[in-house]
């Protein structure tokens, strides 16, 4: 039976904040909207499992809220904006309840030190996060993640995946390195670099 992907606004209402701003960012695409392969989920599901039920808040189209579904989880998508897929004009930052479940999401990166940690204050346990390499650098991003935050696993992709600018598929090589970073509260010690070899 195919699945039912239409917007339930009784399970999205929970999780609302009061407000909705703009993270829109004219040196970069609009609402800085880079959708995901979907080929990257599949990678992160070969070496790590989440709980049943997992609130993506940056969905966009739902590269990744689709490929979860395949895999047989149960997922809340929301976005800040409208595109035609889960919950429209739901801004995560200004959620306030906690969900009882894990979070995965690829967000904007302007904003992604914020949805780590927004993240890690409502999700029940695991968060994992589709970032650029070079979210490990910065003090900024040490002194508020790095220094005292479950950070338990970095997967980093000998080749590189591909987002696509405001979901304009096409065949171009990237230019970044992406990773996924995986936050476990119940995580104890020094963070573990994996490589996936998806040559």
Known sequence: MKKDNSYKRNRIAPFLGS?????????????????TDP??????LQYETFNH???EPACGTGNISKRLEDYGYNVLSTDLVDRGFGGGRIDFLQCHKPFNGDIITNPPFKHSAEFVLKALELSDRKVAMFLKLQFLETKGRYDSIFKD???SRVYVFVKRI????NDVWNDDTSAVSY?????DKEYVGEPRVRWIDNE
Request: charged share 30%; aromatic share 22%.
């Open 39 to 44: 080929i990257a989920v599949d990678y992160l």
């Open 53 to 55: 039920n997992i609130w």
């Open 179 to 183: 990773a996924w970073f995986v936050f």
């Open 149 to 151: 935050k479950p950070l």
């Open 162 to 165: 591909r987002c696509f600018r």
């Open 19 to 35: 407000g909705a701003s703009s993270h829109s960012d004219k040196k970069r695409v609009d609402d800085d909207f880079y959708s």
